[in-house]
């Protein structure tokens, strides 16, 4: 595993921004049933892991980006993220709602931009990657040029891959759920059996909960 992805992970389970609970599973907005939880906000709290993962994400433009003159961050969870890789960068940030407001202008991207522009999207997490796609559709039909986009985390579900190949969109991430696991694993902070448990869920997470008879 590459360092970026081996400290994120680190520094994920160590303030706590993930929660890996395979005996007593979180229950999702989807309805899904997951032994992990992740709210990557936390990483905000934490000057060290907030500057850290600013950096990281500014290496990643640089390396896989460097014409990009645009840093767009998808709302809610990545808004500040976006804005500290835009400041570090010294490029414009706009900021992309889940929908156009109902009110004022109507806007869903907030921010000033122009035609043309190309756009690094960031993101904190990818689940199935359906509203991260959103604000890439979003922004592709506003005249941008999406780029591709950068998140925290991903489950690493083959669900998302699928949408964003469909979607013709590079996913870069600086960490993901198969590192977490084994990072885990080596601390001690779950047990082998957990592990198996982690990994059977990532494999079929609609069916995970029922299966398990929760």
């Known amino acids: 595993m590459d360092d970026t ?3 994120t992970a680190e520094y994920l389970l160590q303030i706590k921004a993930i929660k890996l609970q395979p005996a007593k599973p979180f229950t999702w907005a989807s309805g899904w049933k997951s032994p992990i939880y992740c709210d990557n906000r936390m990483t905000l709290s934490f ?26 961050g998808v709302a809610t969870g990545a808004i500040a993220h976006g804005a500290l890789v835009a400041d570090r960068l010294g490029l414009p940030f706009v900021y992309v709602r889940s929908g156009a407001k109902e ?46 986009m950068i998140a925290i985390f991903t489950y690493g579900f083959g669900k998302a891959a699928d949408a964003f190949a469909a979607e013709g969109c590079r996913l870069d991430t ?27 869920w990532r494999t079929s997470p609609g069916e995970w909960g029922q299966a398990q008879g929760r």
């Open 174 to 200: 600086l960490s993901n759920y198969g590192v977490l696991v084994d990072m885990a694993a080596a601390s001690g902070y779950i047990t082998r059996g957990e592990v198996d448990t982690l990994r059977e």
């Open 5 to 7: 992805a081996r400290r």
């Open 103 to 148: 009110h004022g202008l109507g806007n869903q991207i907030e921010g000033y931009f122009e035609k043309g522009q190309k756009v690094v999207v960031i993101e904190d997490l990818i689940s199935t990657g359906g509203s991260s796609l959103g604000a890439v559709r979003a922004l592709r039909e506003a005249g941008c040029e999406v780029l591709g």
């Open 47 to 72: 000057p060290e892991v907030r500057g850290f993962i600013r950096d990281a994400f500014a290496e990643r433009v640089r390396q896989l980006y460097p014409d990009a003159d645009l840093i767009a």
